[in-house]
């Protein structure tokens, strides 16, 4: 617990996909491929790791002159990168803003983060793929996004950080058997009188049940059930008389 940290310091799939940090097993097929995959950070990216921005969540129609135009206030900027399909050309959502200083940089991630461009409200981080000791992509099910829907949450993140974890102390297992012979036997004889009423209880709802069907017809009134079931119980003591 001495080296718990809410953001990861050095990216494990495993951990990612852990609310805590403290999973031992997969629980989605991504974190497999992650775990699996050996990713390399693309060598052709040139520039400072330690100067740019990672700026997701952006409208598909939002362009570097506006990005330029929204990031510039912060500080001089070297270059910015927003990312596109290759074969089609259009943007990809995301994009790379490198500062010329590192003052701009931790003014852009510390007042840019939600601000809402062309209508979109947006995350903005320091660059981890070149950064973070072992980062895998979340294209290979890495990174720290996900959705709700898709049960693929990764946590460890600015968006997204570990919660700390829950020390539970050790239980004993006198409850579940260890013990006397004597308690066993009670807690046995217990369980078998509750499942006995519990039987009970099934069968007398079981003979009232048709009566109440009877009476609760669709479109009676409280009051003309009440009568019904006061002339049926007059029958019923009439039946007894004879």
């Known amino acids: 617990m001495n080296d718990w940290a809410p953001i990861a310091k050095e990216y494990d799939p495993l951990k990612a996909g852990s609310i805590d940090g403290t999973d031992e097993e997969p629980h989605d097929r991504a974190i497999w491929r992650a775990m699996l995959a050996r ?49 089609t050309g259009f943007s990809k ?21 939600r601000l809402v461009i062309d209508q979109h409200e947006i995350f903005v981080d320091f660059e981890l793929e070149r950064t973070l000791k072992g980062w895998i992509p979340r294209r290979l099910g890495g990174g720290f996004g996900g959705k709700k829907e898709s049960g693929q949450l990764r946590f460890g993140g600015r968006d997204r950080p570990f919660r700390k974890p829950i020390n539970l102390p050790n239980m004993k297992n006198d409850f579940y058997g260890e013990g006397s012979a004597e308690k066993r036997n009670w807690s046995r004889e217990g369980t ?45 003591r009439k039946d007894r008389d004879r």
């Open 39 to 87: 990713y390399v950070p693309n060598k052709g990216v040139t520039g400072d790791p330690h100067l740019t921005l990672f700026v997701a969540r952006l409208n598909l129609q939002t362009t570097e002159e506006k990005l330029k135009e929204v990031f510039s206030r912060y500080g001089d900027i070297r270059k910015i990168r927003l990312v596109r399909d290759l074969v």
């Open 93 to 113: 959502g995301y994009a790379f803003i490198e500062y010329k200083e590192e003052r701009a940089l931790l003014k852009a991630h510390r007042d840019a983060n």
């Open 192 to 236: 078998r009188d509750w499942r006995t009423r519990d039987r009970d209880h099934e069968r007398s709802r079981d003979k009232r049940w048709p009566e109440r069907e009877r009476s609760w017809a669709w479109g009676e009134s409280e009051r003309e059930r009440d009568a019904k079931e006061e002339r049926n119980r007059g029958r019923e």
